[in-house]
């Protein structure tokens, strides 16, 4: 059985897709509100979902297929209606967004299983529409730091899990030492799970736009590089009114690398799981150059951290529809994480990149890291294959990094492909089928089925959920009114351990098949 989470106007809801038919499992709440599910630490299954519109209810399970065995429920309330909320990556904290106005907080960081308010701040990130970042507060990967702006300051916690709370870490600036102050987007990398004398576990990449058309940055930090302040200098740094020139040698140091963008508005981030490079893409709502894209200039740049090096992969001419990096395989992934590297002695990680005129080109690119057993690690990115022109702008993997999908929406015809991708190899070809007006794509935990969604607010109509085999076959449908989100539930390890990975599929080369691309008609000239 596959469980699936919707979110419409009957409510959080699990169905359950039994290879034939969708079921209703249960209603977890009769309001249309979100529920977010994660994998903790200790290997179970957490769901949290809204049961008010003050009240949050979370519940904790064996396993996703042993959701008969509920471990722990609580339910709380918060000061404030809840808007909206997101879960860290282990489901250790909450970030809630209340409608409330200053002087009152509206942002909040709460424990999970305690209720317990950690932290909080108003912030008009979300009103403002700053699409870089929509919450003021980011998670590391193992939740143990969590970063924010406060005014011109760059503040870093410590997550302690004995006391549930925040420590003070350190402070840097978020603006450059000779720019106005605006607000910015932060990340933390993956964590580095290769050796590295240089570099700590996290890298911070801080993505400032552009600001009357000068132009932006991308900056590294390490976390060793931020500063402790003192009360009072905390202070002066968190005013946006003047710069804080009197802590200026504290906080505005030399970062550990930078490149300085084309006039930019928001920025799109993208970590490798090695936590040894990133990707970053550069976009603005007008393209000013002569290129003039129709959906506006991007560009997009590979950071290696690891070699202190930036490379342009696309230069603004064609506009990136879409990239995406493949997830690493279940293999490397276990030895990563765990630190046994040292067996590996090299990883290829891929990413994947649609851009150009429409029908646009699809290129993948390849970053091998090398003496994985030594100190001196290197990394080498290289372009591996141009898959070829086609009528696609959106790009899918399944959770074991073996099959590609490759969509076309808004206006590309609803194509659909699904390959599996083979490094300096020609891809092979699972299944092409045409799929009209979808919004979301997902491949289910165990990569034997797919799940397309139609959804609100991109779809006022028709919304519902179709789940499709590994051919393209429609299997099940069911509709929806006001569907907002839909997902599998992700698998515990137990469960791999129990139902494991669906078979491979072979699939065949696209040359043997391959057909020409007719020359691109827009919708609006095609004869009825």
């Given at each position: 059985?596959?469980?699936?989470?919707?979110?419409?106007?009957?409510?959080?809801?699990?169905?359950?897709?039994?290879?034939?038919?969708?079921?209703?499992?249960?209603?977890?709440?009769?309001?249309?509100?979100?529920?977010?599910?994660?994998?903790?630490?200790?290997?179970?299954?957490?769901?949290?979902?809204?049961?008010?519109?003050?009240?949050?209810?979370?519940?904790?399970?064996?396993?996703?297929?042993?959701?008969?065995?509920?471990?722990?429920?609580?339910?709380?309330?918060?000061?404030?209606?809840?808007?909206?909320?997101?879960?860290?990556?282990?489901?250790?904290?909450?970030?809630l967004h209340c409608n409330v106005q200053r002087?009152?907080?509206?942002?909040?960081?709460?424990?999970?299983?305690?209720?317990?308010?950690?932290?909080?701040?108003?912030?008009?990130?979300?009103?403002?529409?700053?699409?870089?970042?929509?919450?003021?507060?980011?998670?590391?990967?193992?939740?143990?730091?969590?970063?924010?702006?406060?005014?011109?300051?760059?503040?870093?916690?410590?997550?302690?899990?004995?006391?549930?709370?925040?420590?003070?870490?350190?402070?840097?600036?978020?603006?450059?030492?000779?720019?106005?102050?605006?607000?910015?987007?932060?990340?933390?990398?993956?964590?580095?799970?290769?050796?590295?004398?240089?570099?700590?576990?996290?890298?911070?990449?801080?993505?400032?736009?552009?600001?009357?058309?000068?132009?932006?940055?991308?900056?590294?930090?390490?976390?060793?590089?931020?500063?402790?302040?003192?009360?009072?200098?905390?202070?002066?740094?968190?005013?946006?009114?003047?710069?804080?020139?009197?802590?200026?040698?504290?906080?505005?140091?030399?970062?550990?690398?930078?490149?300085?963008?084309?006039?930019?508005?928001?920025?799109?981030?993208?970590?490798?799981?090695?936590?040894?490079?990133?990707?970053?893409?550069?976009?603005?709502?007008?393209?000013?150059?002569?290129?003039?894209?129709?959906?506006?200039?991007?560009?997009?740049?590979?950071?290696?951290?690891?070699?202190?090096?930036?490379?342009?992969?696309?230069?603004?001419?064609?506009?990136?529809?879409?990239?995406?990096?493949?997830?690493?395989?279940?293999?490397?992934?276990?030895?990563?994480?765990?630190?046994?590297?040292?067996?590996?002695?090299?990883?290829?990680?891929?990413?994947?990149?649609?851009?150009?005129?429409?029908?646009?080109?699809?290129?993948?690119?390849?970053?091998?890291?090398?003496?994985?057993?030594?100190?001196?690690?290197?990394?080498?990115?290289?372009?591996?294959?141009?898959?070829?022109?086609?009528?696609?702008?959106?790009?899918?993997?399944?959770?074991?990094?073996?099959?590609?999908?490759?969509?076309?929406?808004?206006?590309?015809?609803?194509?659909?492909?699904?390959?599996?991708?083979?490094?300096?190899?020609?891809?092979?070809?699972?299944?092409?089928?045409?799929?009209?007006?979808?919004?979301?794509?997902?491949?289910?935990?165990?990569?034997?089925?797919?799940?397309?969604?139609?959804?609100?607010?991109?779809?006022?109509?028709?919304?519902?959920?179709?789940?499709?085999?590994?051919?393209?076959?429609?299997?099940?449908?069911?509709?929806?009114e006001a569907l907002s989100s839909a997902y599998?539930?992700?698998?515990?390890?137990?469960?791999?351990?129990?139902?494991?990975?669906?078979?491979?599929?072979?699939?065949?080369?696209?040359?043997?098949?391959?057909?020409?691309?007719?020359?691109?008609?827009?919708?609006?000239?095609?004869?009825?």
């Open positions: 059985m596959q469980p699936i989470i919707t979110n419409s106007a009957d409510g959080a809801q699990v169905w359950s897709f039994d290879g034939a038919k969708l079921m209703l499992a249960e209603t977890l709440s009769q309001q249309q509100v979100k529920c977010s599910a994660a994998i903790t630490r200790s290997d179970n299954l957490m769901l949290v979902f809204l049961t008010g519109q003050q009240e949050i209810t979370c519940r904790v399970y064996e396993s996703t297929l042993k959701r008969d065995v509920l471990l722990k429920e609580v339910t709380y309330t918060m000061p404030h209606p809840v808007e909206s909320f997101t879960l860290s990556h282990y489901g250790t904290l909450i970030q002087p009152l907080d509206n942002f909040f960081l709460v424990d999970t299983l305690s209720g317990s308010i950690v932290a909080s701040m108003y912030s008009t990130i979300r009103l403002a529409g700053f699409r870089s970042i929509s919450w003021p507060y980011c998670l590391s990967e193992d939740e143990d730091y969590v970063l924010f702006q406060d005014g011109w300051l760059l503040c870093l916690r410590k997550y302690d899990l004995t006391s549930r709370s925040l420590k003070d870490y350190g402070y840097l600036s978020a603006i450059p030492r000779d720019q106005p102050w605006r607000l910015v987007a932060y990340h933390f990398t993956s964590s580095l799970k290769v050796s590295s004398d240089s570099l700590d576990k996290y890298s911070i990449v801080l993505c400032i736009p552009s600001l009357g058309g000068s132009p932006g940055y991308a900056i590294v930090y390490k976390l060793s590089q931020f500063a402790e302040l003192s009360p009072a200098e905390i202070e002066v740094g968190r005013t946006t009114n003047t710069k804080p020139t009197e802590i200026s040698d504290k906080i505005m140091v030399k970062p550990y690398m930078h490149c300085m963008t084309t006039t930019c508005d928001a920025f799109v981030f993208k970590p490798s799981e090695s936590g040894a490079w990133f990707l970053l893409l550069e976009k603005t709502d007008v393209d000013t150059s002569k290129a003039n894209n129709y959906y506006g200039g991007t560009i997009l740049r590979h950071y290696c951290i690891i070699n202190k090096a930036t490379t342009l992969v696309t230069d603004g001419k064609s506009y990136v529809h879409d990239f995406s990096i493949k997830p690493v395989a279940p293999a490397d992934r276990n030895a990563l994480t765990s630190g046994t590297t040292n067996s590996l002695k090299t990883l290829t990680e891929v990413f994947v990149v649609i851009c150009g005129v429409v029908p646009p080109k699809v290129c993948s690119y390849v970053v091998m890291l090398t003496n994985l057993d030594r100190k001196n690690i290197s990394a080498e990115l290289q372009k591996d294959i141009n898959f070829g022109n086609m009528p696609t702008n959106s790009i899918s993997w399944d959770v074991a990094g073996r099959y590609l999908l490759l969509r076309g929406e808004a206006g590309m015809n609803g194509d659909s492909r699904i390959l599996r991708p083979i490094i300096s190899n020609e891809p092979k070809y699972l299944a092409k089928g045409t799929i009209h007006s979808r919004t979301h794509a997902i491949f289910s935990p165990r990569g034997d089925v797919l799940m397309y969604l139609v959804t609100k607010p991109r779809f006022t109509v028709d919304n519902g959920i179709e789940i499709f085999d590994m051919n393209l076959k429609s299997l099940a449908v069911q509709p929806f599998f539930i992700p698998y515990c390890k137990a469960d791999y351990d129990t139902v494991g990975f669906a078979e491979e599929v072979e699939g065949v080369y696209l040359s043997a098949i391959k057909t020409e691309t007719k020359k691109y008609v827009p919708p609006s000239q095609r004869k009825k």
